[in-house]
């Protein structure tokens, strides 16, 4: 990990002594299940922990932020999955070798443009950029579009002071107006709005609410946490001239590499389950409708599954991580996320850049609960020939 990454574990004591935090988040008790074996146990089981919760997945809720459910991650199966198999064609890497090419000309020009321009605030300067130019590709969308997206910034729910409602109505119209593009010009495109306009379920067309649905999570469900792993992944490098080594001597390493930044980083911490029936978690109750957190970060830093999990190891063998999730409701994104970090690690291997990093401010979250570094508020970095 990177030399100036704060890799403290705060769930270390309690994974190891019950298992469980009793945790409060903003008035609500929301226990956190941290225990690897737990945690994906509790992310397959979708009758106990349910996800068929809408605006309750994510931990604050979102209910201020947007008005619709967002699919598929809001629903269980059987729902879930006939509204997964819908947008699942868009995130199919393999049989997209065009999408492959492409991301690799994006990462490589950009990387070449750092490099030009010396030094680079990765943060909002590379990972943004990249995060959104990357989006457009994968929906088929002109490479201008993005240029609005990078306007959101970090997030498109938050600002600086937590949840923004005005940031979640930008979001909401522009969305209602690809849309109404569709309706006017027709569902003939490629690209995932147009989609969208023509897909079905179970026999009849989407609703609006349906389409707009889709398109929230798209939008908001791997935009801070892409940010998060590229601004790592680059940090780490430019400070790990070692590993750098590793990867150019066997580039077939940068698959392994890309999954530990994600296991490491875990950019995501947790993620909410709505119980229906009243139920135990290691001796704590929780009420019939009440909430339980799958934490993916203490999971992946748990010392029965992971060895020395407090390491970064470039060519970790045994990785099986839940930094994209596990279970029905598994990430979505994740073929995409592996192939931007893994482009991104082969390019910085074969270019040999020199990198190295400048200023840095760490990005915690956690509040009382919990503190741990989940990416960078900046990151200044130089990037040479």
């Given amino acids: 990990m990177p030399a100036d990454w704060d890799s403290t574990d705060p769930f270390a004591e309690e994974r190891r002594r019950t298992g469980v935090l009793d945790a409060e988040f903003f008035g609500e008790k929301i226990p956190m299940i941290l225990r690897y074996r737990d945690v994906l146990a509790a992310a397959r089981d979708y009758g106990t922990y349910s996800s068929d ?74 990972a943004l950029p990249l995060q959104s130019r990357a989006l457009a590709l994968l929906l088929r969308m002109p490479a201008t579009v993005a240029d609005e997206w990078i306007s959101w910034g970090l997030h498109v729910f938050a600002g600086p002071e937590g949840h923004s409602e005005e940031k979640g109505n930008v979001l909401d119209r522009y969305l209602h107006r690809q849309f109404d593009r569709v309706e006017a010009e027709g569902a003939d495109g490629d690209d995932f709005f147009s989609a969208l306009g023509r897909a079905e379920f179970r026999g009849r067309p989407l609703t609006r609410e349906e389409m707009v649905g889709f398109a929230n999570l798209v939008f908001a469900g791997g935009r801070d946490t892409v940010i998060a792993a590229v ?63 799958l934490c993916w970060a203490s999971a992946n830093r748990d010392e029965t599954v992971f060895e020395s999990p407090e390491k970064f190891i470039v060519d970790r063998r045994s990785n099986p991580h839940l930094a994209y999730g596990a279970g029905p409701h598994r990430c979505l994104g994740a073929t995409h996320a592996r192939l931007l970090l893994r482009t991104l690690i082969e390019l910085i291997a074969s270019k040999g850049l020199k990198m190295e990093v400048v200023a840095s401010e760490a990005r915690y979250e956690g509040g009382e609960v919990y503190r741990r570094q989940t990416g960078y508020e900046s990151l200044r970095m130089s990037f040479g020939r």
Avoid at 74 to 94: C, G, K, L, M, W
Avoid at 231 to 243: I, P, R
Avoid at 253 to 268: C, G, T, Y
């Fill in 53 to 126: 919760a809408p605006f309750r997945i994510p931990i604050p809720s979102e209910e201020r932020v947007r008005a619709v459910r967002q699919l598929p991650i809001e629903t269980d199966p059987p729902e879930h999955t006939d509204y997964r198999a819908i947008v699942q064609p868009f995130f199919n890497i393999s049989a997209r070798p065009r999408l492959v090419e492409d991301v690799n000309a994006l990462i490589a020009g950009m990387l070449d443009a750092a490099a030009d321009a010396g030094v680079v605030e990765v943060v909002r300067e590379f």
């Fill in 231 to 293: 601004s790592m992944t680059l940090a780490h490098f430019a400070t790990h001239a070692e590993d750098l080594r590793k990867l150019r001597g066997d580039p077939l390493l940068a698959r392994m590499a890309a999954e530990e930044i994600v296991r490491v980083a875990s950019p995501l911490t947790m993620i909410a389950r709505v119980c229906p029936r009243a139920t135990d978690i290691h001796g704590i109750d929780v009420a019939a409708d009440g909430r339980a957190a």
